[in-house]
């Protein structure tokens, strides 16, 4: 029913109010999400292995690559084509909420790797030569303590590897300032692979991480480190089926550990328990000194006619571990009962309009082969030069009814489901269905894609 209004609003009226239409989208995510039920441990447990089969099964993780542990970590984990396309649109989601979002926040980008870091910096992963290791250690005349000293040496020289985004940041204050003609506040933003130690002996844990440092006055730290917080929390909730399995915590005073004077840090709750997507920090000044070596002078910025050295607050977010969230999120599973009265249970990845990797589905019913294809070939290059992906599933050789495709592309999260057929040839008519009310409409070839172009960019304010 949804689907049906508004195409009629889109057939009715050429410039359609958007908030009408957002209004619609909301309210059908609204209708197809239930509210969370209160699970046990073995149903918790059914969930994860649910979760993680359909991920390998369709095409969000790279198969034979994936572990149980570093799965609920959301680290070391190779993505598979829809999976890569949702951490794209995360990031970009990320990066838009963000540089888009105030005028004083500008981009960056700084190396993964440093000569220049100092070990008590950011020494806790380096970068070193194994040949001249092997060297080092087959040099037998050596003592223990000149071993040592070499390997020490050694290991000192090599470049330290970054294990966050946030010195990068401090280091391109300085450069930054003539930006900002020296007024406060503005932020740094960048997002990039991080490593960081795994906890054993194996490789470190490969982390693509968010990053916001925020110069503001001292005086305002607090207010400025609550407004993002908001913000922060606010920008997870947009996009999510389930919003108050994202929430906002206090850390305390253990958690922190001398690193700041205040954190605050966004959760979700996953079944074995809340998990950290974004980390908010404030720092004060004693880092960006640290860095500079104190040169105060030129570290100063105005806060109104006074001339103060920034504090620092960090915005640090985990995006493995918010892709993973959303996936854990939009994940539903329906019992239902067919014609003939079997119990079946559909699993359905209802992932935001604007986080599904794939939009819309591709697929021929009956008639003649060739001609199908062709239209299909046709309406998909119009679908991505439009912006619109698709997938082609007219290309699959392997007879499939349409349930089982429904099955598919539901478990895929697929928006719409296009279906070309003999009908299509005939009147230039076709079969769509919405992945979230699972309702099937006919539609004029003609207005598909302007349809799936409205429908987008009107989920976008929702």
Not at 95 to 102: K, P
């Amino acid at each position: 029913m949804l689907t049906y209004c508004v195409r009629r609003l889109i057939w009715r009226c050429e410039n359609i109010p958007r908030t009408s239409l957002c209004c619609r989208i909301a309210f059908a995510r609204q209708r197809c999400s239930t509210a969370t039920p209160v699970r046990s441990v073995a149903e918790d447990s059914d969930h994860t292995k649910t979760l993680m089969q359909l991920c390998t099964d369709r095409y969000y993780i790279a198969s034979g690559q994936l572990h149980r542990d570093s799965f609920q970590r959301g680290t070391n984990c190779g993505y598979g084509p829809l999976g890569m396309e949702l951490k794209k649109n995360v990031l970009e989601q990320w990066w838009n909420s963000v540089i888009g979002f105030r005028a004083e926040v500008f981009g960056i980008s700084t190396l993964h790797t440093s000569k220049d870091r100092t070990t008590e910096r950011d020494g806790q992963l380096r970068v070193v030569d194994t040949e001249n290791l092997r060297q080092i250690l087959s040099q037998r005349e050596l003592s223990k303590d000149q071993l040592i000293q070499k390997l020490q040496t050694h290991i000192q020289n090599g470049a330290s590897v970054r294990t966050s985004l946030f010195q990068g940041a401090l280091e391109q204050y300085v450069p930054s300032l003539e930006l900002v003609n020296r007024k406060l506040p503005f932020g740094l933003a960048e997002t990039g692979l991080c490593f960081q130690p795994s906890g054993g002996p194996s490789c470190p844990d490969e982390v693509t991480q968010s990053s916001l440092v925020w110069f503001c006055s001292p005086r305002t730290s607090s207010q400025w480190l609550d407004y993002w917080a908001r913000h922060r929390l606010q920008w997870w909730r947009k996009f999510a089926l389930g919003p108050s399995d994202f929430s906002c915590s206090v850390i305390t005073e253990e958690e922190l550990a001398g690193r700041a004077s205040r954190g605050v840090k966004i959760v979700y709750n996953f079944p074995w328990g809340q998990e950290a997507l974004e980390t908010l920090l404030s720092r004060g000044d004693a880092e960006l000194l640290q860095t500079h070596k104190s040169a105060r002078n030129k570290l100063q910025c105005l806060d109104g006619r006074k001339s103060v050295v920034p504090y620092a607050i960090s915005v640090t977010g985990n995006l493995e571990r918010g892709v993973l969230a959303y996936l854990y999120n939009s994940l539903q599973q329906v019992k239902k009962v067919d014609s003939k009265q079997r119990l079946q249970q559909r699993k359905v990845l209802k992932l935001h309009p604007i986080l599904s990797p794939v939009k819309v589905a591709l697929d021929m019913g009956r008639g003649a082969t060739v001609e199908l294809r062709q239209v299909c070939e046709g309406l998909l290059k119009e679908f991505l030069e439009g912006g619109v992906s698709a997938w082609p599933g007219y290309l699959e050789t392997m007879p499939t009814s349409m349930e089982q495709l429904n099955t598919k592309y539901d478990e895929m999260g697929v928006l719409f489901t296009v279906v070309i057929s003999d009908n299509t040839l005939e009147s230039g008519l076709l079969q769509v269905r919405s992945r979230d009310t699972t309702i099937k409409e006919t539609m004029h070839i003609s207005e598909v894609k302007n349809f799936l172009a409205r429908y987008i960019s009107a989920a976008q304010n929702i």
